[in-house]
């Protein structure tokens, strides 16, 4: 483990330090509101979690967030869950979003630039974003949406999803969205659970240099979405509306102004959704306020990102890494949607995008930084990032070759920021702090106003050694409640289950001496492929629809040299046999019914499944068996249905090795 004496790989300089705005923050947070003057970052973070109440009345006046009416205190229930933020306060995102459009001087300045893989950067600029997102939400308001209602979109990372989210919060409705790559069925075990009255879809999208029609399954959707009153096209392959669809650019004529719904702290802003690893997804709903104050205070302090600056993070609508970018709005930042594949034409497409975009913030996936470095790109060489002074990078653990390779082949000063945070809180639980060393292989710290801790199993916080992330006090941007959870138990027993009243996130970590942080993988069976999270069971549900797959079993494994291996499992029926045909109707089915990212790396067959007593599939142990775990610490023996399973994926473990 990485010790404090080790000499750091980055080290900002005083005047990078002097100029972040989370400096300036923490000298006026200590004249107005106690924070500690000296100590740098440990001794602000340590206030920011001991003192919620005054860290998070900071962060407000330092954004100078607009409550249309005051809040009454800043935490009235402490209590996880159930923690009550702001309570009085009503306020709305999108006003904030969209406010320096009434700057004169910025009216014009782009808020968007759009790149795909043939065009761009298409600008937007601020006064249109201002103008198409009133537009919108006056012709929502005339389609009967009301504050709670769900808006649905079936969109790529295009400006039109930014202002269909932008209006839907205006409304004081609810957002939700899949990427145009998911399948009809994970749509609906996503949409159905909220009951949307209007789908945003497109006819298809572009990927790969290849267009992919998708009016079949928007023509399912809205068969199978009977609460729907409206659909919105969006011609990107250029086809007319479908019949009682409305088009876009009908949708956004006018010059509206705006008229933003003024809504308590705790009104729900969006619903994004787990991976579904056990079932329907979970459906999680964060608020309006929630992540308002959590998102400027990780973009604005954390990422510092500010008016001047661009902001591009490699996303689909259906990764919360979408939402959060669109977030960087909030700070009066530019931020860049790229609508196409991570490695087209080649595997350098995203440096090209940073260039084009003279991109200051540039956030990508561990597996594509890896990819690269395999490829043998040279970015500093080969494109100018001159405006890049960070390269972050999620979706799993960064490797330290892949932190040496940046710092070789993107430029000796460049900020590597890796990070790491759940759709769970659509945010960072650790991760970049601008006035911190980097040490290779390891987050920069745990984010300001979070209580993060690694803990064994019996709660015992634990440095320098794994345990399991956990955070012990609120955050605000925790979930207010799963969709459809009456009584609040399946939000309960997802996080609260193991450590009574405190956050358990799935993941395992160390918190070095130096209080760095070392991310060592899940510790749940979520499949994370390029940052686009999907559970088993639909995996499972897909699959087994073919009458040859008896059962399966499906594991996302993160390798030491940063590669991530997906085999799928399958179990045949008697008579069957894995041959080229089958496997390609296996792969034809994911690909088509979920997503082609989560496509298998391999598809091996096996004597059978291993079941738990209650004949649940056992995933994570066989997860631990493939990463060597012996067999004796991969799983409690008395829990399994048949241990001779489980030895079969240990000895293929050890072929592997």
Known sequence: MTTANAAPLWQPSQERIDSATITRFQAWAAEHHGAPAEGGYPALHRWSVDDLDSFWTAVAEWFDLRFSTPYDTVLADRSMPGAQWFPGATLNYAEHALRTAEDPSRADDPALLHVDETHGPQPVSWSELRRQTGALA???????????????????????????????AAVGAVWTSCAPDFGARAVLDRFQQVEPVVLFAVDGYRYGGKSHDRTETVAELRRELPTLRAVIHIPLLGTEAPEGALD????????????????????????????????????????????????????????????????????????????????????????????????????????????????????????YVMACRKADIHPARDYDLTSVKCIATTGSPLPPDGFRWLHEAAGDDVWIASVSGGTDVCSCFAGAVPTLPVHIGELQAACLGTDLQAWDPQGKPLIGDVGELVVAAPMPSMPIRFWNDPDGSRYHDSYFDTYPGVWRHGDWITITDHNSVVIHGRSDSTLNRQGVRMGSADIYEAVERLPEIKESLVIGLEEPDGGYWMPLFVHLTEGATLDDSLRARIISTIRTELSPRHVPDDIIEVPGVPHTLTGKRIEVPVKRLLQGTPLDKAVNAGSVDNLDLLRFYETLARTRR
């Open 138 to 168: 006056a012709r929502l308001r005339a389609l009967g949406v009301r504050p709670g209602d769900r808006v649905s979109g079936y969109l790529p990372n295009i400006p039109q999803a930014v202002t269909a989210l932008l209006a839907t």
């Open 248 to 367: 876009w650019s009908e949708a956004t004529a006018g010059t509206t102004a705006p008229v933003f719904e003024q809504v308590p702290f705790d009104h729900p802003l969006w619903v994004l959704y787990s991976s579904g690893t056990t079932g329907l997804p979970k459906a999680i709903v964060q608020s309006q306020g929630g992540i308002l104050i959590e998102h400027v205070k990780q973009i604005g302090l954390h990422c510092d990102l500010g008016p001047g600056d661009r902001f591009f993070w490699y996303t689909s609508t259906g990764w919360m890494m979408w939402n959060f970018l669109v977030s960087g709005l909030l700070t009066g930042t530019t931020i860049v949607l790229y609508d196409g594949s991570p490695g087209f034409p080649d595997t350098g497409a995203q440096w090209q995008v940073a260039e084009r975009t003279r991109a200051t913030v540039f956030g990508t996936s561990a597996a």
